[in-house]
């Protein structure tokens, strides 16, 4: 089935440091990319969604200048948070569409920030 | 507008109990899909089916079972003679062709199978 890798797992920074995260389909191109955020004991919230090659929609809320999303290539998106604060402390999953897959979304296993 | 309602915050059962979670849902396009996940601990999702809305037979896959009814608008979830491993958030979702496939999730459902 299809894989979609996120990296890192966990991650701890500072407040004021940015802190990338990528995510990476293994083995099948991706034209469209979603970017999910999941604050504990909620369900999931899309930030946005990126298409190879194009700028990323982002929802209505969502910041597009702290959420930097850049999907260059058709196997890798990245989310970089900028200027991280404790408040975007969260889980983020992303999940991956294959070209032509209609209605079908592969998760990733999700990244989980702390922000001190 | 699209919804997904997952009107059971936390559910608690002893093992070996059946359970069922239940999903209802809005929507005004005739093509769409519905999901269930798995969420345990860990935070990695697991998807557990996919069913379109032009296919209403429910489905069985070991003690797992989903019924799908349209004239009600639900696709409830079904764990028969539970067990400890079943214990996470399970989420319902939708996707619509009319809305590019993007999904809507229900709010979830805490499962805790006690031993």
């Known amino acids: 089935g299809a894989v979609v890798s996120q990296h890192p797992s966990r991650v701890i920074c500072k407040s004021g440091t940015s802190v990338k995260i990528e995510c990476r389909s293994l083995d099948f191109q991706a034209t469209t990319m979603f970017w999910y955020r999941q604050f504990p004991k909620q369900s999931l919230m899309l930030m946005a969604t990126?298409?190879?090659?194009?700028?990323?929609?982002?929802e209505q809320g969502v910041e597009k200048d702290k959420f930097l999303i850049n999907h260059a290539s058709l196997t890798l998106s990245t989310l970089t948070v900028t200027s991280a604060h404790p408040e975007d402390s969260s889980f983020y999953i992303c999940?991956?569409?294959?070209f032509g897959g209609g209605e079908e979304q592969f998760f990733g296993p999700g990244t989980r920030l702390t922000v001190l | 507008a699209q919804k997904v309602t997952q009107a059971q915050t936390e559910i608690s059962v002893v093992e070996k109990e059946d359970v069922t979670l239940d999903c209802v849902y809005e929507?005004?396009?005739?093509?769409?899909?519905l999901f269930w996940y798995k969420q345990p601990p860990s935070g990695e999702l697991v998807f557990l089916i996919r069913?379109?809305?032009?296919d209403e037979q429910n489905e069985i896959s070991g003690r797992y079972s989903w019924n799908f009814q349209k004239s009600t608008s639900s696709f409830n979830f079904t764990i028969t003679a539970s067990q400890v491993v079943d214990s996470a958030v399970y989420f319902c979702a939708l996707s619509e062709v009319d809305s590019n496939y993007q999904l809507i999730w229900g709010a979830g459902t805490k499962l805790i199978i006690k031993p």
């Open positions: 929507t005004r396009d005739t093509t769409y899909y």
């Open positions: 069913r379109n809305s032009f």
């Open positions: 990126s298409n190879e090659g194009s700028k990323a929609t982002y």
């Open positions: 999940s991956a569409r294959e």
